[in-house]
């Protein structure tokens, strides 16, 4: 958590400088946080028969976002869901956020409080501490990657490898809204953020996951950041066996206002949704609604490894990965 | 740990997508992971009675390293032992890192096989698994951010807030060798690395630091990152006291071949050592040599809240915090 750098005679803008002390008192102290901002390291507790859980996501400019396109404040938003819909997906605890930021010379103070406010404010509703990170001067755009650290009752964790052929298939809320809106947004079209807030103020599903590792229902889960059909392939690659997925059962989403429904393919290839992923064995009974987010049963994991989408005439095709590298 | 991107119909460059496998396949799995690369989390077991250390270090090129300055290898090691160099200053055992890498599309294929392989051997040589991270495609440069955790017994972390009247304050090694390196890169010398290791290929102290958590014998501890005087501040204002410098006692380091001693100022205000700064009751019987590294007496904490230089004569003049942002 240092910030040395190699511009000699540089001036650290005072957007950085302000930053961590602005962060450092604003940031609420949780239990798990025994010392955060302040010091080389923070140092968590860990309760006693926990496993540590670990994930890192960046957040870039024109990567991940545009200021054009993104108030800070759902910037500051997604960059924290990113990392605590991972620890939603292992069905753990999140305890603290470490947030790595780097700002261009000439980036307004107004964006950077808005930035913090979005972040803290997810954090918050998540009993989350921002405990750290590091600032630098971006050569280039906003820059932030987001650590967060979670835990979870030894050997509970829900790891993308424990899917078995007849398992059921399940995904949490609504699928497509996050890439639907994002193709809005490239033809150019002007949007009130919370009418879309499934892209700018996507919810992590941490309720759901600790949900199915408490009750032991799911026997392997991911989050939806690639796309469906790209994470669909991450469980099947990691457990060895593929899937039958019938098409009229994916839940898409509905955007806007007044609300419309997206295309199949957004559902099924559209990344950023932070939805959960998951299967269970036959026997296990799976409610419709977990933590309040419906839950769909949309197929089954079969011993083949190719993935066969169903559509409603019972008619099948291969379902590829296609996540946001393909997606047109 | 996803990695999806607003580049609709882009492509992931060859680099970005073998990264992740040649760095599973190459990760050495320690006690402490019990997952790594390959899910939405890792999973780490932190020891009984221990506390989780976490730090984060960006390194951006352009700010932290230049492509034409510094082998892909160096990148990579500095890279990763700013994060060690956090976990040593608490006294802690660093367990696992996590790399979040962007990289530009027409970067090299042999430039990101020489950054991972100067990143894992030095993950090697301290017995670090690289546990996971995200990747994603870089609009300007290469930018890396490293996450390290580590563990330290509970309640016994070195903190920089411990320091009192009368401790002595000691550092490890000696200083200013990568700031006067830097220097000579700046008025465009060509350098081999290697005659340059403090540098390009600085070695983080954790041997010193977990010799002085498990003999309780330092009150606080800081890395000197941003530069002594800066470093040496923060040890003042978290523990409410000041120092006194003794100036002749100050180890300058030599740099090149035949080596050479650089100037005091260097010493004094030149970031990127990672030694550690530290201060002892004076009842403490500090060796003048820990792991294999010297360690030099400087001065001691005084009530006054300001930090004096003192010379050779004995005349004291303020040391004011000079790192990074005013270095010339």
Redesign the interface.
């Known amino acids: 958590?240092?910030?040395?750098?190699?511009?000699?005679?540089?001036?650290?803008p005072l957007a950085e400088k302000s930053l961590i002390s602005r962060i450092r008192g604003r940031a609420a102290r949780r239990p798990g946080v025994?010392?955060g901002i302040?010091?080389?390291?923070?140092?968590?507790?860990?309760p006693?028969g926990h496993?540590?859980?670990?994930?890192?996501?960046?957040s870039?400019?024109?990567?991940?976002?545009?200021r054009e396109w993104h108030p800070a404040d759902a910037v500051g938003h997604r960059c924290l869901a990113?990392g605590l819909?991972?620890?939603a997906?292992?069905g753990?605890d999140p305890i603290?956020a470490?947030?790595?930021l780097?700002l261009p010379p000439k980036i307004p103070q107004s964006w950077v409080n808005q930035f913090v406010k979005g972040l803290l404010k997810l954090a918050d509703a998540f009993h989350v501490s921002l405990?750290?990170?590091?600032t630098?001067?971006?050569?280039?755009?906003v820059?932030a990657?987001i650590?967060v650290?979670?835990s979870?009752s030894k050997g509970k964790?829900i790891?993308?490898?424990g899917a078995r052929r007849g398992d059921r298939i399940y995904v949490t809320g609504t699928l497509g809204g996050a890439a639907a809106t994002?193709?809005m947004l490239?033809s150019g079209r002007k949007l009130r953020p919370t009418d879309f807030a499934t892209h700018f103020y996507p919810s992590p599903r941490i309720g759901v996951g600790r949900f199915l590792m408490e009750k032991a229902l799911a026997s392997a889960?991911?989050?939806i950041?690639?796309?469906f059909s790209t994470d669909l392939a991450h469980i099947c690659q990691?457990s060895g066996v593929g899937a039958e997925i019938h098409a009229p059962a994916i839940p898409c989403a509905s955007i806007g206002k007044p609300a419309r429904e997206v295309e199949l393919q957004f559902a099924l290839h559209g990344?950023?949704d932070y939805e959960l992923l998951f299967t269970a064995r036959p026997g296990k009974r799976v409610p419709s609604r977990i933590a309040g987010v419906v839950v769909s049963q949309i197929g089954h994991i079969t011993r083949h490894k190719d993935i066969v989408l169903m559509n409603d005439e019972g008619a099948g095709s291969e379902l590829r990965p296609q996540?946001?590298?393909?997606?047109?």
Chains 1, 2 share one sequence.
């Open positions: 958590m240092g910030h040395s750098c190699l511009y000699i005679g540089s001036i650290v025994a010392a302040g010091d080389d390291c923070a140092i968590l507790n860990i006693d496993q540590v859980l670990v994930t890192t996501d960046f870039l400019e024109g990567v991940h976002f545009r990113r819909s991972d620890i997906a292992m753990g603290a470490f947030l790595s780097a405990a750290g990170g590091d630098a001067q971006s050569p280039n755009g820059l990657d650590a650290v979670g979870v964790a790891r993308r490898s994002l193709k490239f889960m991911v989050d950041s690639d796309g990691e990344g950023d996540g946001w590298e393909h997606f047109k």
